[in-house]
């Protein structure tokens, strides 16, 4: 039997190289040899005991870009030597939301590299073949496991009622911030508000088209927005980190009637002013992960260059590096300096 | 064992034959076929103007009793009275992961091309079929399915309450639409219809006003009908190139348009697309019931709506020609309903 290597977190950080059979891809999976993976804050929370959900022993590891290298049965929209990249709801498709296209909120699901599926920290992996995506060849295996975070962006933007024209706020200039605020650039937004602690940060999307950035700790959001946009002031704010501080920046900021969209990963329960939410009419909606479509979107805005991924690349290691990339990942003078996303290569 | 069934031969040519009766996988029921309607596709087929696989049997608008369970069924039970979905979906294309199940590349459905309900028993997936109250009866239940692609209709139209709405045709679906948009608080509700002796069921349906609409100065009428109020909806249950027309005729400013009604495909209509810019009209088809069988089932056991008064004309499996030629001929047929358990 042919074996691979896996980098199985056994314990809260704590990592293990083992040596265990490459899988066989059942009837509709695919087995995909994986070239690139990127650390996603969930992997950070995973790694250090805080996600709520996920638990080890379990192989991390859900943004990546892999080459085809078989097929199961019923399997024909796939051949070996195809490079690919999933989503990584595995799903029942029976269900209330799963028959309705909404499979990302399954009653059942499991999540590739979380939650009941080993994920990409492996030579191998295997995947539902529904949730399998080819990519073109001008895009690199770097690119294409941004494909992930940017279909996140995708969903939160389509998910809200934005229009052509909108004024926006994204709260958080990480790499969800980020490339949520280039959706909406990308979208047509007239006025984009991107706000973060970090200058860097900031220094960057302004490079990328947002038209005003903001660090709070220097600048009210609110009082600026109250000071310096017409009567609409924002139309959409997009929270992007999910706590107590930008979520009262949220609030805050709206004007009557604004639509918040949640797309950060809240502690789970956040003392807010839900009495402006009521008087005001504002529209707090979550949003959770993407469907196939936000993946089409995703793959073409890349390969058509609709999206700058690629300078949020900023730390590249060696998977046998892995130590040194978490390490690399959670260190915060790292994202201070602009840091982004780090990748791990095969 | 053999079953009667009316087996599709090509263009004018279904028959009663004597079939096996059908076998079911681990997923699926049999069920014992109570009534099945006749719906205008069924007579689209034998003109020959829709696709149907040949040999097949027809029939998609069914109410029965479970009469075998598959190894894998849980929620039914034999003898459970049951309502069935005729639509199959592939589950794997484009469409079904997106939920738009009723744009399947496999175009499926059950008497279109896999076997339908005139006949004694039909094999059902399991997942399409739905539990109905003891207090609907078999013929009303019968009408689950027409009813469900009615609300497709009305999800689609994003009516609101308080809102005006113009109905066009007097048949099954355009009487549905009445008690639909009652219950959806549209008011006023003109109905248009062909029919003048149907009047009073519309009127106690829920139609404020019944309008002849062969009447020269039709459109005049409907307008006066509404009063000063905009006409905020229009709904076609037709599909013929008279009564489509004039659903554009009478919209005013800011009017949303249902095409429900199927018609021909060799329908051609006169349009006037600047009253379409000008007025800002919105045009929306309607196709199948894509997740609306359940809200369907729920109106029938919760007595919100009457569909029995529809039923004006009922046959035999025997009757079956007789059937289709009072649905084609007989300008006082509402529902033609087929009750095939004797």
Known sequence: ?346 | MVMRAFVFGGKHNCSLQSVPVPTINSDEVLIQVSHCGICGTDIHIDDGEFFCKENLILGHEFSGYVAEVGADVKHLKVGDRVVGDPMTPCFQCTYCQSGQMNYCVELPGIGVNLDGAFAEYIAVPASNVHVIGDNVSMEEAAMAEPLSCAIRGMDLLKCKSGESVVIIGDGTIGLMMVQLCKLAGLAPIVLVGAKPSVAPLATRLGADVFLDGRDENIVERVRAAVGFKQINNVIEAVGAKTTLELSLEVATFGSKILWFGVPSPETRISVVPNEVFTKELMIQGSLMNPHTMTRAVALLNEGRLDLESLITHTFTLEELPEAFECYRNNPERIKVMIKIMR
């Open chain 1, 1 to 346: 039997m042919k074996t691979m290597k896996q980098i199985q977190l056994t314990d809260v950080r704590k990592f293990e190289v083992q040596e265990v059979p490459i899988p066989e891809p059942g009837p509709n999976e695919v087995l995909i040899k994986v070239e690139a993976v990127g650390i996603c804050g969930s992997d950070m929370h995973s790694y250090t005991g805080h996600h709520p959900f996920v638990h080890p022993p379990i192989v991390l590891g859900h943004e990546y870009s892999g080459i085809v290298e078989a097929v199961g049965e019923n399997v024909h929209r796939f051949q070996k030597g195809q490079r690919v990249t999933s989503e990584i709801a595995v799903t029942c498709g029976q269900c209330y939301n799963c028959k309705r296209g909404r499979y990302q909120l399954c009653e059942r699901g499991k999540y590739l590299g979380n939650v009941g599926i080993d994920g990409a920290m492996a030579e191998f992996l295997v995947i539902d073949a529904e949730r399998v995506h080819a990519v073109p060849d001008n895009m690199t295996p770097e690119q294409v496991s941004m494909v992930e975070p940017l279909a996140v962006a995708f969903h939160a933007v389509r998910l809200s009622n934005f229009k052509v024209g909108d004024t926006a706020m994204v709260i958080g200039a990480g790499v969800i911030g980020n490339l949520t605020a280039q959706v909406l650039k990308m979208a047509g937004v007239r006025t984009l508000v991107v706000t973060d602690v970090v200058d860097a940060r900031l220094e960057l999307i302004k490079k990328q088209g947002a038209d005003v950035v903001l660090n709070p700790i220097k600048t009210d959001p609110a009082e600026w927005v109250r000071e310096n946009m017409g009567p609409e002031k924002m139309d959409l704010i997009f929270d992007c980190v999910g706590n107590e501080a930008t979520l009262d920046q949220a609030i805050n900021t709206a004007r009557k009637g604004t639509e918040i969209i949640l797309v950060g990963v809240p502690p789970v329960r956040v003392p807010v002013n839900m009495a402006f939410v009521q008087d005001r009419e504002l529209i707090v909606v979550g949003s959770l992960q993407y469907v196939a479509e936000d993946y089409v979107r995703a793959i073409h805005a890349i390969s058509h260059g609709r999206v700058d991924v690629d300078s949020l690349i900023t730390d590249v290691f060696s998977i046998n590096d892995y130590e040194q990339a978490y390490a690399a990942a959670l260190d915060k003078d790292r994202m201070t300096r602009g840091g982004m996303k780090v990748l791990m290569e095969y």
